[in-house]
């Protein structure tokens, strides 16, 4: 039987069970290998060292952010193929948030002790954006990957240079990302309105600087 198949009840079981997965377990890569595993570990001093995993912690959290986004869209969206690609865009978020974690451990550095909070404020957003329709939700999805995209290159110009882990694991995501958003407005995806747009940014403001220190 595929997932296709389930009712509500079943959904929201599934649901429920993949939001302590991605809080609590460690995630599965599920298609790709790590960018960063055939690289050396750089050379970087106490201060850049810590900076590299509070950024690293700020992108591992916006990965639980994309499983509940994506979750909750999934839950919500009206159009069987475009459940299945938000279904399908979480499992390929899977390999980002299994790398962003990796990374973390590498560093030293602990997961966000927030992300609870996060991943249920996420999944509401996600779920409300489906609610509000497909080409809303795919509009969403858009505008969120694009966010995300400049949100790595500004961490990109913020780790050191020599960290090519870092790097390798957020050049691979923002390729990614890059694509998410292609799909998105391919698949009938239009522009949110400039105040969605505004509190987007501010809510991952909120995030990003809450996440750097806790
Ligand atoms: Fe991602
Ligand atoms: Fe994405």
Same mark, same amino acid.
């Given at each position: 039987? *595929? +997932? =296709?198949?389930?009712?509500?009840? $079943? ?9 302590? /997965?991605? &809080? ?5 890569? *599920? +298609? =790709?290998?790590?960018?960063?595993? $055939? ?9 850049? /060292?810590? &900076? ?13 952010c994309?499983?509940a986004l994506y979750q909750g869209q999934a839950l919500t969206a009206k &159009? ?6 938000m ?19 590498? &560093? ?12 249920a404020s996420s999944f509401m957003i996600g779920a409300a954006a489906g609610l509000a329709g497909d080409k809303w939700s795919l509009g969403f999805v858009?505008e969120t ?47 949110l309105p400039?105040?969605i747009?505004?509190a987007m940014?501010?809510t ?11």
């Open positions: 039987m *595929t +997932e =296709r198949t389930f009712n509500s009840a $079943d959904r929201i079981m599934i649901g429920f069970d993949k939001a302590l /997965r991605t &809080l609590f377990g460690c995630p599965q890569i *599920t +298609e =790709r290998s790590n960018p960063a595993s $055939d690289l050396t570990e750089s050379d970087m001093n106490e201060q850049e /060292r810590d &900076l590299t995993a509070r950024l690293m912690r700020i992108n591992h959290t916006g990965e639980v994309a499983q &159009l069987p193929e475009i459940r299945n690609s279904e399908r865009a979480a499992q390929e978020e899977n390999d980002h948030l299994a790398w962003c974690e990796t990374r973390l451990n590498e &560093l030293d550095n602990r997961k966000s002790l927030l992300n609870p909070f996060w991943y858009a990957e694009h966010q995300v995209e400049a949100h790595l290159n500004d961490h990109m110009k913020r780790i050191p240079g020599q960290d090519e882990k870092s790097h390798a694991i957020l050049a691979q995501m923002k390729e990614d990302e890059v694509h998410h958003a292609t799909v998105a407005l391919e698949a009938g995806g239009v522009t400039t105040p747009k505004m940014k501010l991952s403001k909120v995030m990003t600087k809450s996440v750097y220190y806790l």
